[in-house]
T-cell receptor
């Protein structure tokens, strides 16, 4: 009964590949987020969706494309992976854009 | 200058100590303030949140916000070894809907 779940937990792949990360929340929230946490532990917002509409789109390479098929799901597709994409990617959700956000346990992406 | 500054530590205290964790921020547009705890290889876990200046208490935790000096604090009373984690402050703006996270302070509570 995990509130925010991400798959896969670990992703090891080669440079140039395309990969997807999936997120699901069972909290009934209407807003979902993708964050990137780099090796120095800084957690930075990448995207946010509210009721399947993109509301935050930070300065992120267009190789990153989020998709929200419904309120409970937010996926992240990454094309042409680069070494600098190695990080932990966190999904989060909230009931409204200024409400507390609840995080998943992250997807650890390593690029070889 | 980063929008949100936190001393990364590590901060090491004996069990039972009172811990003070602090953050400063530069953007006066921030209207709400959250504290998260992150254990190693886990996601951030919401500890406290407040939408106003002043103190908010929840069990052993007290969050304090001073908007005039742009200063945020989290106090932990009777600290336990299980409190050993990284603590992230995250102010946010209702206009943008964004939380801006500090780097986090690593806390070690020694038995």
């Amino acid at each position: 009964d995990t509130a925010v779940s991400q798959t896969p937990k670990y992703l090891v792949t080669q440079m140039g590949n395309d990969k997807s990360i999936k997120c699901e929340q069972n909290l009934g929230h209407d807003t979902m987020y993708w964050y990137k946490q780099d090796s120095k532990k800084f957690l930075k917002i990448m995207f946010s969706y509210n009721n399947k509409e993109l509301i935050i789109n930070e300065t992120v390479p267009n190789r990153f494309s989020p998709k929200s098929p419904d309120k409970a799901h937010l996926n992240l597709h990454i094309n042409s992976l680069e070494l600098g994409d190695s990080a932990v990617y966190f999904c989060a959700s909230s009931q409204g854009k200024d409400q507390p956000q609840h995080f998943g346990d992250g997807t650890r992406l390593s690029i070889l | 200058q980063k929008e949100v500054e936190q001393d990364p530590g590590p901060l090491s205290v004996p069990e039972g100590a009172i811990v003070s964790l602090n953050c400063t921020y530069s953007n006066s547009a921030f209207q709400y303030f959250m504290w998260y705890r992150q254990y190693s290889r886990k996601g951030p876990e919401l500890l406290m949140y407040t939408y106003s200046s002043g103190n908010k208490e929840d069990g052993r935790f007290t969050a304090q916000v001073d908007k005039s000096s742009k200063y945020i604090s989290l106090f932990i009373r009777d600290s336990q070894p299980s409190d050993s984690a990284t603590y992230l402050c995250a102010p946010g703006s209702s206009n943008t809907g964004k939380l801006i996270f500090g780097q986090g302070t690593t806390l070690q509570v020694k038995p």
